[in-house]
């Protein structure tokens, strides 16, 4: 009996230490998902986790927003018509970049290589000017020039059009798309000047790789290259709306955007924004492409910068330090830990 009795008490011993090493486990494993989520994966730019809430990706919005406005606090912002005025006596290269949709009360900022071309396609379709078919990117980036462009439409220099474009700028719910300043650079060189792949932009790469080594034989740019023309390019109005800076594209201290999305979490800011366009996700998003640019990415494209000497990775970071700023992205890991060492 006093054996048994023993036993029962060893047993009961037991069975505490095992909830209590189960509640330390627990906590260690909380402690590891509170350090990954806060330390290693900026919170701005965590991808959809299980339990993720509209009202989450929402605050994110107002985060957003808000770096925006404080970015921007330096400057006072001039009334609508005052801001179109000045649009007007721009090169049309030089405007903002915004189609807009009357059936949608939408208006989107183009912003290349960062997925805008499914928004202008649906575009087209809710307008009418697709019969329910997606357009190849050639395609669609011309139908939208002609029917959905902004300045195909509106003549700013009139002053019934003026108040006009005032109205859908003040009424319609817009949009605008950023990436990781730096990696959209990649992409951009990747898709657009890398090969012989686009014959339009093939010309520009030659033409790039001419004119930093005019002494070489012709050919494609190279990564360097690039890099070395866009250093160049003082006046960054002046560079191709693929790597032109999302603040010249979109000029986010006039526009008041009422959603700043990123296509590092467009499979979460999808959600929001076609609830509150009235749609549904299924008709902009596509999980699986998105998804794909959480893999790998990041690696491959420091990579490209890490072939440059440290002085040009600076720069190019230089050139592009305010779109981080303003954008809330974190610095990249591969500029020199001196200068940059500080976010802000």
């Not at 499914?118 to 357009?135: F, K, Q, S, T, V």
């Not at 360097?224 to 010249?248: A, C, G, N, Q, V």
């Amino acid at each position: 009996m006093f054996k048994k009795k023993c036993i029962a008490i060893a047993i009961g011993y037991m069975a505490l230490f095992g909830i209590f090493v189960l509640m330390k486990l627990n906590l260690d494993i909380k402690a590891i998902f509170v350090s990954y989520t806060t330390r290693i994966v900026p919170k701005d730019l965590m991808p959809q986790m299980p339990g993720t809430t509209i009202g989450f990706v929402q605050e994110l919005n107002n985060r957003r927003r808000k770096t925006i406005k404080e970015f921007c606090a330096g400057s006072e912002v001039p009334a609508l018509n005052e801001t179109i005025t000045r649009w007007s006596n721009m090169e049309v290269n030089s405007r903002p970049r915004i189609f807009y949709s009357d059936s949608m009360k939408l208006i989107v900022c183009d912003t290349p290589r960062c997925g805008t071309n499914r928004w202008r396609n649906l575009m087209l379709i809710m307008d009418g000017h697709l019969p329910g078919y997606e357009a190849g990117p050639d395609d669609n980036f011309g139908m939208s020039k002609k029917n959905n462009f902004v300045w195909s439409k509106f003549n700013p220099k009139t002053e019934s059009q003026t108040n006009d474009f005032g109205d859908k700028l003040h009424n319609y719910y817009k949009i605008m798309i950023t990436r990781e300043p730096l990696q959209r650079l990649v992409s951009a060189y990747r898709e657009k000047l890398e090969t012989n792949a686009n014959g339009f932009y093939s010309g520009i790469s030659k033409k790039i790789h001419s004119a930093v080594n005019p002494d070489s034989p012709s050919g494609l740019a190279t990564f360097e290259e690039f890099i070395d023309y866009i250093l160049s390019t003082k006046r960054r109005i002046e560079l191709d709306p693929h790597w032109k800076p999302f603040s010249e594209l979109c000029d986010p201290c006039n526009i008041n955007y009422d959603y700043i999305a990123k296509t590092e979490t467009l499979h979460d800011d999808s959600q929001v924004i076609t609830g509150n366009i009235g749609i549904s996700r299924d008709r902009i998003h596509n999980s699986t492409e998105y998804g794909r640019l959480q893999d790998g990415k990041s690696e491959l494209y420091r990579k490209y910068y890490l072939v440059l000497d440290i002085k040009k990775r600076d720069a190019i970071f230089k050139y592009y330090k305010d779109q981080y700023d303003m954008f809330g992205y974190d610095y990249p890991d591969f500029i020199s830990t001196g200068e940059f060492s500080k976010l802000g």
